[in-house]
Protein backbone atom coordinates (compact mmCIF):
# COMPACT_ATOMS: atom_id res chain seq x y z
CA UNK A 1 0.00 0.00 0.00
CA UNK A 2 1.59 3.43 -1.26
CA UNK A 3 0.50 7.04 -0.42
CA UNK A 4 -0.82 7.40 -3.93
CA UNK A 5 -3.10 4.48 -3.95
CA UNK A 6 -6.73 4.04 -3.33
CA UNK A 7 -6.09 1.52 -0.44
CA UNK A 8 -4.29 4.05 0.75
CA UNK A 9 -7.29 6.97 0.29
CA UNK A 10 -9.82 4.40 1.96
CA UNK A 11 -7.39 3.67 5.30
CA UNK A 12 -6.81 6.95 5.42
CA UNK A 13 -10.20 8.20 5.21
CA UNK A 14 -11.36 5.45 8.24
CA UNK A 15 -8.44 6.94 10.25
CA UNK A 16 -9.51 10.28 9.55
CA UNK A 17 -12.87 9.55 10.84
CA UNK A 18 -12.06 7.22 13.90
CA UNK A 19 -9.35 10.33 14.39
CA UNK A 20 -12.11 13.01 15.10
CA UNK A 21 -15.17 10.95 16.24
CA UNK A 22 -17.11 12.48 19.29
CA UNK A 23 -15.84 10.00 21.65
CA UNK A 24 -16.56 10.35 25.22
CA UNK A 25 -12.59 9.44 26.56
CA UNK A 26 -10.60 10.67 29.60
CA UNK A 27 -7.96 11.90 27.78
CA UNK A 28 -8.53 12.10 23.93
CA UNK A 29 -4.97 13.11 22.83
CA UNK A 30 -3.52 9.61 24.04
CA UNK A 31 -6.91 8.39 22.23
CA UNK A 32 -5.49 9.90 19.02
CA UNK A 33 -2.25 8.93 19.42
CA UNK A 34 -2.65 5.49 20.28
CA UNK A 35 -4.81 5.60 16.76
CA UNK A 36 -1.61 7.33 14.87
CA UNK A 37 0.49 4.13 16.21
CA UNK A 38 -1.82 1.82 15.43
CA UNK A 39 -2.24 3.07 11.57
CA UNK A 40 1.22 3.61 11.86
CA UNK A 41 2.26 -0.20 12.49
CA UNK A 42 -0.12 -1.21 10.60
CA UNK A 43 0.97 0.39 7.68
CA UNK A 44 4.35 0.00 7.96
CA UNK A 45 3.57 -4.50 8.69
CA UNK A 46 1.24 -4.32 5.24
CA UNK A 47 4.31 -3.52 3.62
CA UNK A 48 6.88 -6.07 5.65
CA UNK A 49 5.42 -7.42 9.00
CA UNK A 50 9.45 -8.15 9.79
CA UNK A 51 10.39 -5.34 10.19
CA UNK A 52 8.12 -4.25 12.78
CA UNK A 53 9.75 -5.91 16.08
CA UNK A 54 13.08 -3.77 14.33
CA UNK A 55 11.08 -0.43 14.98
CA UNK A 56 9.43 -1.22 18.12
CA UNK A 57 12.66 -2.00 19.13
CA UNK A 58 14.77 0.54 17.88
CA UNK A 59 12.00 3.17 19.17
CA UNK A 60 12.36 1.99 22.71
CA UNK A 61 16.15 2.09 22.84
CA UNK A 62 15.71 5.74 22.12
CA UNK A 63 13.28 6.73 24.54
CA UNK A 64 15.09 5.22 26.93
CA UNK A 65 18.11 7.14 25.72
CA UNK A 66 16.46 10.44 25.43
CA UNK A 67 15.25 9.96 28.79
CA UNK A 68 18.63 9.19 30.44
CA UNK A 69 20.06 12.03 28.21
CA UNK A 70 18.11 14.33 29.83
CA UNK A 71 18.32 13.47 33.34
CA UNK A 72 22.37 13.45 32.62
CA UNK A 73 22.24 17.37 32.44
CA UNK A 74 22.74 19.40 29.93
CA UNK A 75 26.41 19.54 28.46
CA UNK A 76 27.67 16.54 30.90
CA UNK A 77 29.85 14.15 29.82
CA UNK A 78 27.61 12.26 30.35
CA UNK A 79 24.95 13.21 27.97
CA UNK A 80 27.27 13.73 25.16
CA UNK A 81 28.00 10.10 25.78
CA UNK A 82 24.94 8.89 25.14
CA UNK A 83 24.00 11.50 22.17
CA UNK A 84 26.72 9.84 20.35
CA UNK A 85 26.15 6.29 21.24
CA UNK A 86 22.34 7.30 19.90
CA UNK A 87 24.35 8.54 16.30
CA UNK A 88 26.79 5.81 16.39
CA UNK A 89 23.32 2.97 16.49
CA UNK A 90 21.63 4.97 13.75
CA UNK A 91 24.74 4.91 11.70
CA UNK A 92 25.56 1.16 13.00
CA UNK A 93 21.78 0.42 11.17
CA UNK A 94 21.96 2.32 8.10
CA UNK A 95 25.93 0.52 7.85
CA UNK A 96 24.45 -3.15 7.89
CA UNK A 97 21.01 -2.65 6.58
CA UNK A 98 21.66 -0.59 3.42
CA UNK A 99 25.67 -0.54 3.15
CA UNK A 100 27.17 -3.58 4.40
CA UNK A 101 26.73 -5.75 0.54
CA UNK A 102 28.10 -2.81 -0.97
CA UNK A 103 31.36 -2.88 1.58
CA UNK A 104 31.49 -6.28 0.38
CA UNK A 105 31.51 -5.90 -3.14
CA UNK A 106 33.88 -3.19 -3.21
CA UNK A 107 36.28 -4.66 -1.17
CA UNK A 108 36.01 -7.94 -3.76
CA UNK A 109 36.45 -5.66 -6.84
CA UNK A 110 39.33 -3.75 -5.35
CA UNK A 111 41.15 -7.38 -5.11
CA UNK A 112 39.71 -8.40 -8.38
CA UNK A 113 41.32 -5.17 -9.96
CA UNK A 114 44.93 -7.16 -8.65
CA UNK A 115 43.87 -10.60 -10.06
CA UNK A 116 42.62 -11.87 -6.25
CA UNK A 117 40.01 -14.09 -5.57
CA UNK A 118 38.26 -13.71 -2.45
CA UNK A 119 35.67 -15.86 -2.00
CA UNK A 120 33.14 -13.10 0.61
CA UNK A 121 29.83 -13.53 -0.56
CA UNK A 122 26.89 -10.73 0.26
CA UNK A 123 23.92 -11.15 2.47
CA UNK A 124 20.47 -11.89 1.99
CA UNK A 125 19.82 -8.19 3.95
CA UNK A 126 16.36 -6.63 3.37
CA UNK A 127 16.49 -2.87 3.69
CA UNK A 128 13.34 -1.11 6.08
CA UNK A 129 11.31 0.48 4.30
CA UNK A 130 12.06 4.18 5.11
CA UNK A 131 15.63 3.32 7.28
CA UNK A 132 17.28 6.62 5.93
CA UNK A 133 14.32 8.82 7.17
CA UNK A 134 13.23 7.63 10.93
CA UNK A 135 17.30 6.98 11.69
CA UNK A 136 17.80 10.46 11.39
CA UNK A 137 14.92 11.20 13.20
CA UNK A 138 15.96 8.86 16.47
CA UNK A 139 19.78 10.53 15.86
CA UNK A 140 18.40 14.20 15.71
CA UNK A 141 15.94 13.25 18.79
CA UNK A 142 19.08 12.91 20.90
CA UNK A 143 21.15 15.75 20.39
CA UNK A 144 18.08 18.07 20.35
CA UNK A 145 17.09 16.29 23.97
CA UNK A 146 20.86 17.19 24.76
CA UNK A 147 20.77 20.62 23.75
CA UNK A 148 17.45 20.95 25.84
CA UNK A 149 16.05 22.58 21.79
CA UNK A 150 12.96 19.56 23.19
CA UNK A 151 12.35 18.28 26.52
CA UNK A 152 12.70 14.62 26.48
CA UNK A 153 9.41 12.82 26.12
CA UNK A 154 7.95 10.91 29.26
CA UNK A 155 5.51 8.70 27.14
CA UNK A 156 6.31 5.98 24.67
CA UNK A 157 3.19 6.40 23.06
CA UNK A 158 3.61 9.86 21.52
CA UNK A 159 7.66 9.02 21.02
CA UNK A 160 6.24 6.16 19.12
CA UNK A 161 4.30 8.15 16.94
CA UNK A 162 7.15 10.15 16.19
CA UNK A 163 9.25 7.90 15.01
CA UNK A 164 6.46 6.23 12.96
CA UNK A 165 4.17 8.76 11.37
CA UNK A 166 2.76 6.64 8.77
CA UNK A 167 2.34 9.70 6.11
CA UNK A 168 6.12 10.44 6.21
CA UNK A 169 7.72 7.38 7.62
CA UNK A 170 8.52 5.80 4.57
CA UNK A 171 10.04 8.48 2.50
CA UNK A 172 10.19 11.80 4.80
CA UNK A 173 10.26 14.55 5.53
CA UNK A 174 12.51 14.42 8.27
CA UNK A 175 10.64 16.30 11.03
CA UNK A 176 12.92 17.45 13.71
CA UNK A 177 11.47 16.55 17.23
CA UNK A 178 11.05 20.21 18.92
CA UNK A 179 8.59 20.83 15.59
CA UNK A 180 6.33 17.77 16.20
CA UNK A 181 6.65 16.17 19.08
CA UNK A 182 4.99 18.83 21.14
CA UNK A 183 2.00 18.76 18.98
CA UNK A 184 1.36 14.89 19.98
CA UNK A 185 1.17 16.47 23.58
CA UNK A 186 -2.93 18.34 23.54
CA UNK A 187 -5.84 17.11 21.69
CA UNK A 188 -6.03 17.84 17.65
CA UNK A 189 -9.38 19.32 16.76
CA UNK A 190 -10.26 19.84 13.59
CA UNK A 191 -10.04 23.09 11.44
CA UNK A 192 -11.82 23.57 7.85
CA UNK A 193 -9.55 25.83 6.53
CA UNK A 194 -6.68 23.53 7.44
CA UNK A 195 -8.77 20.61 6.17
CA UNK A 196 -9.54 22.07 2.89
CA UNK A 197 -6.06 23.21 2.28
CA UNK A 198 -4.72 19.37 3.29
CA UNK A 199 -6.74 17.84 0.40
CA UNK A 200 -6.11 20.62 -2.17
CA UNK A 201 -1.96 19.45 -1.07
CA UNK A 202 -2.95 16.05 -1.49
CA UNK A 203 -4.56 16.41 -4.73
CA UNK A 204 -2.38 18.63 -6.61
CA UNK A 205 0.61 16.09 -4.97
CA UNK A 206 -1.32 13.10 -6.58
CA UNK A 207 -1.07 15.37 -9.98
CA UNK A 208 2.27 15.49 -9.92
CA UNK A 209 2.96 12.21 -9.19
CA UNK A 210 0.57 10.11 -11.26
CA UNK A 211 -0.41 12.50 -14.59
CA UNK A 212 3.38 13.80 -14.48
CA UNK A 213 5.86 11.91 -12.63
CA UNK A 214 4.77 8.50 -13.95
CA UNK A 215 3.65 9.07 -17.64
CA UNK A 216 7.70 10.26 -18.27
CA UNK A 217 9.08 6.28 -16.80
CA UNK A 218 8.64 5.01 -20.73
CA UNK A 219 9.87 7.47 -22.50
CA UNK A 220 13.01 7.71 -19.76
CA UNK A 221 13.28 4.25 -19.54
CA UNK A 222 13.50 3.25 -23.10
CA UNK A 223 16.45 5.95 -23.48
CA UNK A 224 18.22 4.35 -20.46
CA UNK A 225 18.03 0.73 -21.45
CA UNK A 226 20.01 1.09 -24.55
CA UNK A 227 22.27 4.38 -24.14
CA UNK A 228 24.13 3.21 -27.29
CA UNK A 229 21.49 2.80 -29.43
CA UNK A 230 19.58 5.73 -28.53
CA UNK A 231 20.61 9.24 -29.91
CA UNK A 232 22.09 12.26 -28.60
CA UNK A 233 19.40 14.41 -28.34
CA UNK A 234 16.99 12.26 -26.82
CA UNK A 235 19.64 11.25 -24.17
CA UNK A 236 19.44 14.54 -23.59
CA UNK A 237 15.99 14.57 -23.42
CA UNK A 238 15.85 11.92 -21.24
CA UNK A 239 18.05 14.03 -19.02
CA UNK A 240 15.98 16.64 -18.47
CA UNK A 241 12.49 14.87 -17.94
CA UNK A 242 14.14 12.62 -15.43
CA UNK A 243 14.92 16.10 -13.69
CA UNK A 244 11.78 16.95 -13.75
CA UNK A 245 10.21 13.36 -13.25
CA UNK A 246 12.04 12.82 -10.02
CA UNK A 247 10.86 16.46 -8.85
CA UNK A 248 7.57 16.10 -9.61
CA UNK A 249 7.82 12.35 -7.93
CA UNK A 250 9.35 13.07 -4.70
CA UNK A 251 7.62 16.75 -4.32
CA UNK A 252 4.60 15.36 -5.02
CA UNK A 253 5.25 12.87 -2.10
CA UNK A 254 5.91 15.29 -0.06
CA UNK A 255 2.58 17.34 -0.56
CA UNK A 256 0.57 14.03 -0.12
CA UNK A 257 2.68 13.65 3.07
CA UNK A 258 2.17 17.04 3.87
CA UNK A 259 -1.24 17.30 3.18
CA UNK A 260 -2.41 14.01 5.02
CA UNK A 261 -0.59 15.81 8.09
CA UNK A 262 -2.61 18.73 7.96
CA UNK A 263 -6.17 16.63 7.49
CA UNK A 264 -5.22 15.44 10.88
CA UNK A 265 -3.83 18.92 12.77
CA UNK A 266 -0.23 18.36 12.56
CA UNK A 267 2.32 20.51 10.70
CA UNK A 268 5.09 18.53 9.12
CA UNK A 269 8.51 19.76 7.61
CA UNK A 270 7.94 21.87 4.17
CA UNK A 271 10.68 19.52 2.03
CA UNK A 272 10.32 21.91 -1.63
CA UNK A 273 10.77 25.66 -2.27
CA UNK A 274 10.28 25.66 -5.80
CA UNK A 275 14.34 24.75 -6.07
CA UNK A 276 14.46 24.79 -10.16
CA UNK A 277 14.40 28.89 -9.76
CA UNK A 278 17.62 28.63 -7.97
CA UNK A 279 20.41 30.95 -9.18
CA UNK A 280 22.99 28.65 -8.10
CA UNK A 281 23.92 25.36 -6.24
CA UNK A 282 23.81 26.68 -3.04
CA UNK A 283 20.36 27.81 -3.55
CA UNK A 284 19.28 24.88 -4.64
CA UNK A 285 20.46 22.70 -1.88
CA UNK A 286 18.32 25.36 0.24
CA UNK A 287 15.25 24.41 -1.44
CA UNK A 288 15.46 20.72 -2.58
CA UNK A 289 14.59 17.97 -0.05
CA UNK A 290 14.79 20.63 2.46
CA UNK A 291 14.38 18.53 5.37
CA UNK A 292 17.67 16.49 4.97
CA UNK A 293 19.88 19.41 3.18
CA UNK A 294 18.88 21.07 7.21
CA UNK A 295 19.89 18.09 9.14
CA UNK A 296 23.01 17.44 7.43
CA UNK A 297 23.45 21.42 7.72
CA UNK A 298 22.75 21.18 11.39
CA UNK A 299 24.67 17.99 12.54
CA UNK A 300 27.58 17.14 9.85
CA UNK A 301 28.37 20.35 8.16
CA UNK A 302 28.03 23.04 10.80
CA UNK A 303 30.39 20.82 13.39
CA UNK A 304 33.10 20.59 10.44
CA UNK A 305 33.16 24.00 9.65
CA UNK A 306 33.53 25.08 13.25
CA UNK A 307 36.36 22.14 13.78
CA UNK A 308 38.23 23.65 10.29
CA UNK A 309 37.48 27.35 11.19
CA UNK A 310 40.98 28.20 11.57
CA UNK A 311 41.76 26.92 7.77
CA UNK A 312 39.92 29.69 6.21
CA UNK A 313 38.28 29.15 2.55
CA UNK A 314 39.83 25.22 2.98
CA UNK A 315 38.41 24.93 6.04
CA UNK A 316 34.70 25.70 4.36
CA UNK A 317 35.58 23.43 0.97
CA UNK A 318 36.85 20.36 3.10
CA UNK A 319 33.32 20.57 5.40
CA UNK A 320 31.36 21.18 2.76
CA UNK A 321 32.80 18.77 0.51
CA UNK A 322 32.75 15.65 3.16
CA UNK A 323 28.86 16.98 3.85
CA UNK A 324 27.68 16.57 0.29
CA UNK A 325 29.69 13.37 0.21
CA UNK A 326 27.39 12.02 2.39
CA UNK A 327 24.40 13.23 0.78
CA UNK A 328 25.39 11.21 -1.82
CA UNK A 329 26.02 8.49 0.23
CA UNK A 330 22.27 8.58 1.94
CA UNK A 331 20.80 8.18 -1.61
CA UNK A 332 22.09 4.62 -2.25
CA UNK A 333 24.92 2.22 -1.61
CA UNK A 334 26.65 2.53 -5.19
CA UNK A 335 29.53 4.45 -6.45
CA UNK A 336 27.19 6.51 -8.48
CA UNK A 337 25.76 8.20 -5.61
CA UNK A 338 29.59 8.49 -3.83
CA UNK A 339 30.12 10.56 -7.13
CA UNK A 340 27.47 12.27 -6.95
CA UNK A 341 28.00 13.91 -3.58
CA UNK A 342 31.84 14.77 -5.08
CA UNK A 343 30.11 16.40 -8.05
CA UNK A 344 28.11 19.13 -6.08
CA UNK A 345 30.67 19.20 -3.66
CA UNK A 346 32.81 20.84 -6.35
CA UNK A 347 30.22 22.80 -7.54
CA UNK A 348 30.72 24.82 -4.55
CA UNK A 349 34.35 25.80 -4.85
CA UNK A 350 33.30 28.50 -7.13
CA UNK A 351 30.56 29.71 -4.56
CA UNK A 352 33.36 29.70 -1.62
CA UNK A 353 35.98 31.07 -3.09
CA UNK A 354 33.68 34.17 -4.27
CA UNK A 355 32.70 34.38 -1.18
CA UNK A 356 28.68 34.00 -2.46
CA UNK A 357 28.29 30.61 -0.86
CA UNK A 358 26.10 32.39 2.36
CA UNK A 359 24.32 34.97 0.03
CA UNK A 360 20.76 35.05 -0.98
CA UNK A 361 20.01 37.38 -3.06
CA UNK A 362 16.06 38.86 -3.73
CA UNK A 363 14.43 37.49 -6.79
CA UNK A 364 13.56 40.29 -9.13
CA UNK A 365 11.15 40.49 -11.59
CA UNK A 366 10.68 42.14 -14.95
CA UNK A 367 7.92 44.26 -16.42
CA UNK A 368 5.73 40.78 -17.56
CA UNK A 369 6.77 39.12 -14.40
CA UNK A 370 9.33 36.94 -15.15
CA UNK A 371 12.95 37.21 -14.14
CA UNK A 372 15.51 39.17 -15.66
CA UNK A 373 17.87 37.85 -18.58
CA UNK A 374 20.74 37.65 -16.15
CA UNK A 375 18.39 35.74 -13.42
CA UNK A 376 17.23 33.42 -16.11
CA UNK A 377 20.79 32.68 -17.36
CA UNK A 378 21.61 31.73 -13.99
CA UNK A 379 18.71 29.78 -13.27
CA UNK A 380 18.94 27.97 -16.60
CA UNK A 381 22.84 27.06 -15.62
CA UNK A 382 21.79 25.56 -12.28
CA UNK A 383 19.06 23.75 -13.78
CA UNK A 384 21.30 22.16 -16.17
CA UNK A 385 24.19 21.33 -13.70
CA UNK A 386 21.59 19.70 -11.36
CA UNK A 387 20.18 17.62 -14.41
CA UNK A 388 23.64 16.30 -15.14
CA UNK A 389 23.96 15.64 -11.77
CA UNK A 390 20.62 13.94 -11.80
CA UNK A 391 21.72 11.52 -14.23
CA UNK A 392 24.01 9.58 -11.73
CA UNK A 393 20.86 8.88 -9.47
CA UNK A 394 19.11 7.28 -12.41
CA UNK A 395 22.50 4.94 -13.68
CA UNK A 396 22.55 1.61 -12.46
CA UNK A 397 26.18 1.63 -11.50
CA UNK A 398 29.15 3.91 -12.88
CA UNK A 399 29.51 1.56 -16.33
CA UNK A 400 25.92 2.57 -17.29
CA UNK A 401 26.43 6.32 -16.44
CA UNK A 402 29.76 6.27 -18.44
CA UNK A 403 27.94 4.49 -21.96
CA UNK A 404 25.35 6.96 -20.92
CA UNK A 405 27.82 9.97 -20.93
CA UNK A 406 29.63 8.45 -23.76
CA UNK A 407 26.11 8.02 -26.10
CA UNK A 408 25.39 11.42 -25.18
CA UNK A 409 28.65 12.62 -27.19
CA UNK A 410 29.16 10.48 -29.77
CA UNK A 411 25.42 9.58 -30.94
CA UNK A 412 24.50 13.47 -31.58
CA UNK A 413 26.23 13.61 -34.95
CA UNK A 414 24.55 13.23 -37.51
CA UNK A 415 22.25 15.67 -35.92
CA UNK A 416 18.97 14.99 -37.35
CA UNK A 417 15.55 16.48 -36.09
CA UNK A 418 12.06 15.19 -36.75
CA UNK A 419 9.27 13.82 -35.81
CA UNK A 420 9.99 10.40 -35.66
CA UNK A 421 13.89 10.98 -34.43
CA UNK A 422 12.09 12.87 -31.25
CA UNK A 423 10.74 11.35 -28.44
CA UNK A 424 8.84 12.58 -25.61
CA UNK A 425 7.61 16.06 -27.15
CA UNK A 426 4.41 16.15 -25.14
CA UNK A 427 5.86 15.10 -21.95
CA UNK A 428 8.33 18.80 -23.09
CA UNK A 429 5.36 20.17 -23.32
CA UNK A 430 3.95 19.09 -20.28
CA UNK A 431 7.33 20.03 -18.29
CA UNK A 432 7.34 23.15 -18.72
CA UNK A 433 3.94 23.70 -18.43
CA UNK A 434 4.83 22.33 -14.89
CA UNK A 435 7.16 24.92 -14.34
CA UNK A 436 5.82 27.78 -15.57
CA UNK A 437 2.98 26.89 -13.53
CA UNK A 438 5.50 26.71 -10.50
CA UNK A 439 6.78 29.97 -11.38
CA UNK A 440 3.74 32.46 -10.99
CA UNK A 441 3.11 29.91 -7.82
CA UNK A 442 6.57 31.10 -6.65
CA UNK A 443 6.11 34.68 -7.61
CA UNK A 444 3.12 34.72 -5.68
CA UNK A 445 4.65 33.66 -2.76
CA UNK A 446 1.75 30.56 -2.46
CA UNK A 447 3.32 27.22 -0.34
CA UNK A 448 2.49 24.92 -3.57
CA UNK A 449 1.27 26.10 -7.15
CA UNK A 450 -2.49 24.64 -6.83
CA UNK A 451 -2.89 27.76 -3.88
CA UNK A 452 -3.31 29.59 -7.28
CA UNK A 453 -6.72 28.43 -8.00
CA UNK A 454 -7.72 30.88 -4.93
CA UNK A 455 -7.09 33.44 -6.67
CA UNK A 456 -10.23 32.61 -9.25
CA UNK A 457 -14.05 32.90 -8.41
CA UNK A 458 -15.43 29.73 -7.24
CA UNK A 459 -16.51 28.89 -10.32
CA UNK A 460 -13.47 28.63 -11.82
CA UNK A 461 -11.91 27.22 -8.88
CA UNK A 462 -14.09 24.05 -8.26
CA UNK A 463 -14.23 23.33 -12.14
CA UNK A 464 -9.96 23.09 -11.82
CA UNK A 465 -10.43 20.91 -9.17
CA UNK A 466 -12.79 18.45 -10.51
CA UNK A 467 -10.61 18.46 -13.81
CA UNK A 468 -7.65 17.34 -12.17
CA UNK A 469 -9.69 15.03 -9.74
CA UNK A 470 -10.71 13.39 -13.06
CA UNK A 471 -7.40 13.31 -14.41
CA UNK A 472 -6.13 11.48 -10.73
CA UNK A 473 -8.79 9.41 -10.80
CA UNK A 474 -8.10 8.07 -14.60
CA UNK A 475 -4.32 7.25 -13.15
CA UNK A 476 -5.11 5.94 -9.56
CA UNK A 477 -7.66 3.00 -10.72
CA UNK A 478 -5.43 2.33 -13.60
CA UNK A 479 -2.75 -0.75 -13.39
CA UNK A 480 0.39 1.55 -14.24
CA UNK A 481 0.92 3.35 -11.62
CA UNK A 482 4.98 3.53 -10.47
CA UNK A 483 6.31 3.58 -7.15
CA UNK A 484 7.89 6.58 -6.29
CA UNK A 485 11.39 6.96 -7.56
CA UNK A 486 12.79 8.52 -4.38
CA UNK A 487 11.79 5.27 -2.05
CA UNK A 488 14.49 3.56 -3.02
CA UNK A 489 16.82 5.55 -1.98
Sequence with gaps: M?????????????????????????????????????????????????????????????????????????????????????????????????YLNFFITSFVDLFHLFGLQVNIHTLHIIMPLGLSFWTFKLISYCFEVRDKTVASVRGVIPFAVYVAFF???????????????????????????????????????????????????????????????????????????????????????????????????????????????????????????ISLTSWLTDYVFMPLHDRFRTWGKMGVILAISINFLLVGLWHGANWTFVVLGVYHGILYIPLIISENFGRIPKHRLNKIGLPPLKDALHMLLTFTLVTFGMTMLRANNLSHWLEYLRALVFNFFPLVLSSKSLQGETRILASVALLFLEWFSFRYKMEYALCLVIKFNRVCRYAVYVLIAVLVSAYLFGADTQEFVYQQF
Excluded at 20 to 45: C, E, H, I, M, W
Excluded at 61 to 90: F, H, Q, T
Excluded at 246 to 262: H, L, Q, R, T, V
Design 2 to 98: TIHSLPFIVFFGAVFLLYYAPLRVRDKALYQNLLLLTASYLFYGLVNWKMIPLLIATSTVYYALGIAIADAGESSAKANMLAALGACIGVALLLYFK
Design 167 to 289: PTMTAGPIDRPDKFIPQLRSERKFDYRIAVDGVRQMLWGMFKKLVIADRFTVTIDNAWNAPSKTTGINLLIAAFLFSVQIYADFSGYSDMAIGAGKLLALNTTKNFNYPFFARNIAEFWRNWH
